[in-house]
């Protein structure tokens, strides 16, 4: 696990962010008791609302392991909505197609270049689907690879090959792929590991204990990043 050092210095600057606006310009004042995270829904068919446990339960384990407090209850919001602006970190999975508009492109690429996060989880499917989307959202960005050294690897929990393998897909080697703006990464993509299935109840998809409590400490180690992290020069 992270050192005590380290992990003071990304709580006060939780602290420091959750006590008064956690994205810049976007994100309404909340205190660190209602910090609350999001799933996005999407239209184009595909199933944004699987494994509704997946959130709830990765919260929990935050609380139980990291001093901070994370409402457990999530909310779902539209991708198109202004309400997206009322959460730092916004979740969104599925296994199918997902299509936007240009005024969802808009309210997405303004929510991440004010300081927003998302994390997308291929749950076998989107993929296909999901980098169109991207593009259409940041025309001049590229989805690139994100090394083993990236810090989002090593907050609480030391990750050196990367993401776990959670679920078996087509047997390819996780990947984590992100979008960077002005050196912050604001769009992590998990392709071939599915850390959400293991988020998820374990009777809903019989994860192994071992991988199941990997895919948690993965996703608490996304959350510390994405509501503590300033800049990372990729």
Known sequence: MISKVSLTKN????????????????????????????RVQYRGGG???????????????????????????YDDVSIGSRDVNRYPFLFLTGHGNITINSAEASNMRSYLDNGGFLYIDDDYGLDPFIRPVLKEIFPDEDLVEIPFSHPIFNQAWNFPNGLPKIHEHDGKPPQAFG?????????????????ADGWADADVHNVPPDLREESLQMGANILIYALTSHRYIY
């Open 47 to 73: 199933d944004w609302y699987n494994d509704p446990s997946s959130l709830t339960n990765l919260s929990r384990f935050a609380n139980e392991h990291l001093p901070i407090s994370i409402n457990s209850r």
């Open 179 to 195: 979008i960077f703006r002005n050196g912050r990464l604001v769009v992590l993509y998990s392709y071939e590991s599915n850390l």
């Open 11 to 38: 709580l006060l600057i939780l602290l420091l962010i959750t006590g008064l606006l956690i994205v810049p310009d976007a994100v309404v004042a909340q205190n660190s008791d209602d910090l609350k995270l999001a």
